[in-house]
């Protein structure tokens, strides 16, 4: 989970930088995108659990290193000499954040197919990327497979796991609703389509906290096709004291939920049942926080979107 980047790093990209030198390399099947900051105890783990996969088809590791203050720098370019010709990395001159970093990191990758896992996370599955890879060139409809993950904290003791995984099936009117169990940014491998990269390019996206969780709707979306979350278990997500997501106070992380869920509620299409399900989840979910810290005017702002 990410923090939106300054306004002028925005309107600098949205004019200047747009996704529009999309392609894709014939024999490349898969991109790895991998962003990183400050990761030095981690990132290894991370390209290793790369590096372990056994496929039929050939893939490459970007990475995008959104200029680390710590031992980073040095960690990749270690790797880069363990593992040559496998692996890109993109500095970066300053501290862009997340989202930018994302962008520019997806714009290298000429992989068929993108599998995203960020640098303090890492695969457990050697064969996970050929099991997603199978799964949607034999199901064109779906854009984006996913699986079941582990939460660890720093000593690798399990936070969480699913005791009973079974297939899961979403679309865009699931995600709309809430629904994404399962679909952690280190499990996400979708087809790379230029309808898909069309989400970078919407100046919006730069204001929301969840950048997977956009991802994940605007695909679904712009498609048409579901999300399928094949039940095994083939990656870790790690909670650590760097996390920008996993450390922030409930009070912080429920602002940031509610502002993704009403540029949600302004930026995407529904009708319908559909508007009374987002007016019933956001009764049952945030009104109570918003009607708290007497928001009345953020409540009426969001509720006349839904009615």
């Known amino acids: 989970m990410s923090m939106p980047v300054a306004i002028s790093d925005v309107n600098t ?31 290894a783990q991370a390209v290793d659990s790369f590096m372990m996969q056994k496929t039929d088809f050939k893939f490459e590791i970007v990475i995008g290193n959104d200029c680390s203050t710590d031992g980073t720098c040095g960690v990749l370019t270690m790797l880069q000499e363990k593992y040559p010709g496998f692996i ?15 962008v520019n990191t997806l714009k290298a990758c000429k992989g068929k197919y993108i599998a995203l896992c960020e640098g303090d996370d890492f695969w457990t599955d050697p064969f996970k990327l050929q099991k997603q890879v199978d799964f949607l060139n034999n199901n064109p409809e779906y854009i984006i497979c996913c699986h079941y993950t582990r939460v660890i904290d720093m000593n690798d003791n399990t936070l969480y796991v699913h005791p009973s995984p079974k297939p899961l099936v979403y679309s865009y009117y699931d995600l709309l609703c809430g629904k994404q169990e399962e679909t952690k940014t280190a499990t996400v491998l979708y087809h790379n389509l230029p309808e898909v990269y069309e989400l970078y390019n919407k100046p919006w996206y730069f204001n929301c906290y969840a950048g997977d969780k956009m991802l994940k709707l605007f695909a679904t979306f ?32 429920m602002e940031m939920v509610i502002s993704d869920f009403n540029l949600i509620t302004q930026k995407f299409d529904y009708h319908g049942i559909h508007k009374r399900k987002l007016l019933l989840l956001y009764i049952q979910r945030y009104i109570l926080f918003e009607l708290r810290r007497w928001r009345i005017g953020k409540i009426y702002n969001t509720v006349k979107y839904l009615i």
């Open 88 to 102: 890109t990395v993109l500095p970066a001159e300053k501290n862009v954040g997340c989202h930018l970093n994302m």
């Open 13 to 43: 990209f949205t004019e200047s930088n747009k996704i529009s030198d999309f392609m894709i390399k014939k024999d490349l099947i898969v991109s790895i995108c991998c962003i990183t900051y400050n990761h030095e105890q981690f990132i």
């Open 222 to 253: 712009a498609t048409g096709r579901k999300i399928y979350v094949i039940p095994e278990v083939m990656s870790c997500y790690r909670n650590h004291t760097g996390g920008i997501w996993s450390m922030i106070r409930d009070d912080s992380r």
